[in-house]
């Protein structure tokens, strides 16, 4: 999620918040405001209401958050090291560094989540309870509330991968099968089953009248996309785990000089030569990289004056691979640091550098090949 915004730190584990949040977020926002409070009970004042609503949009977030960081308190007790959490508009996810190598571990992580929001939904239906005849506004959100918590709880147990009830199911072919690939398979084609069904349902209820039948089947496609995509990822990590970062990395790789000026290399090296990341060197040292977006920030008239050395990523800041990594490690170095390159470092030396581009083509080549 490359448009997220850092918020802060919980239990040591950094928050985002990712720009599709916002939009969720306004919307709760106005239909509680408009339609939810005004029909529980009356009061003078409509700013009242959009008072009322900023704060439990907020409570609900709130709770989808904590539902992630019992997922992450789990996963950080089981040694697990939990990247971030991030909410964006169907909710929220914690990114953990590493593919789970147990069955137990991901059985137990999996449950967190769900079990969490059906505790706070049980506080919450306490809490509406006892405060039937103190508060009514109070007693409304709390009502509220917890009615979101036991949703998000019971949804999430759907035996859909990759939610967490998918993750369960997951986990207990794991454990009956031995086998990870025929397991995530599985519970991916019930994901998808389950997505179809709710986008079948959300239409039927958008024919019907109701507009909220958008959001099933918004839910639905978001199920699918990732129930195929989780699937293809461990078919991935299958395929590259007897394969070393030596054995994927390109070794005719180009590099240039750090004086070189950046309009000589535009010309000479970006258009004539068709590539668009250069490693940096001087005597065989590795100092960084220089790639198109790096020259697309610097204006046209100040190429001639400046030089590669000025607009590269420093060594420093780039993220680089052992030539002994395996498969796995230059996948996930790729994909959780964002980045569409690694240099392959021996002795400080640059020996190689893999893209995602020769990643996939090695991929695709080993796919044809029935390897």
């Not at 958050?65 to 508009?89: C, N, P, Y």
Request: hydrophobic share 50%; glycine share 8%.
């Amino acid at each position: 999620m490359k448009h997220a915004w850092r918020i802060g730190r919980l239990a040591g584990i950094e928050i985002k918040v990712d720009s599709s949040w916002i939009i969720i977020f306004l919307l709760f926002t106005f239909s509680l405001a408009a339609f939810y409070f005004p029909q529980a009970f009356p009061v003078s004042s409509h700013s009242f209401y959009w008072l009322l609503g900023l704060i439990t949009s907020l409570l609900v977030f709130a709770s989808v958050l904590f539902h992630e960081l019992a997922h992450s308190v789990v996963a950080r007790k089981q040694g697990e090291k939990v990247e971030d959490i991030t909410l964006f508009i169907l909710g929220g996810v914690a990114r953990i560094s590493e593919e789970l190598k147990e069955p137990k571990k991901e059985f137990y992580l999996a449950l967190a989540g769900p079990v969490s929001s059906f505790i706070l939904g049980g506080l919450f239906l306490l809490l509406s309870s006892g405060l039937r005849n103190i508060s009514h506004p109070v007693q409304v959100i709390s009502a509220y509330l917890a009615y979101t918590n036991l949703v998000l709880g019971g949804f999430n147990l759907l035996p859909g991968f990759p939610m967490d009830g998918g993750r369960v199911l997951r986990a207990i072919l794991w454990r009956a099968t031995g086998d990870l690939k025929k397991a995530t398979r599985i519970a991916s084609s019930v994901g998808q089953g389950i997505a179809f069904l709710l986008i079948f349902i959300g239409l039927v209820e958008f024919f019907r009248g109701n507009l909220g039948g958008l959001w099933l089947v918004l839910i639905g496609w978001f199920l699918h996309s990732a129930s195929v995509q989780g699937y293809s990822q461990v078919v991935l990590k299958s395929a590259l785990q007897d394969l070393k970062a030596s054995d994927l990395m390109d070794r005719n790789f180009i590099s240039v000089n750090p004086e070189l000026p950046v309009e000589t290399l535009v010309h000479d090296y970006i258009l004539k030569k068709r590539e668009r990341v250069f490693l940096v060197t001087d005597q065989d040292v590795f100092l960084g990289l220089v790639c198109l977006e790096d020259v697309k920030k610097v204006p046209h008239s100040r190429w001639p004056e400046l030089k590669v050395s000025e607009i590269m990523t420093p060594v420093n800041k780039v993220v680089s691979i052992r030539p002994e990594a395996n498969g796995d490690e230059v996948l996930n170095s790729l994909v959780n640091n964002e980045v569409n390159q690694l240099p392959v470092l021996e002795g400080g030396r640059v020996v190689g550098i893999i893209t995602r581009t020769d990643l996939l083509r090695i991929l695709q080549l080993r796919t044809d090949l029935g390897i």
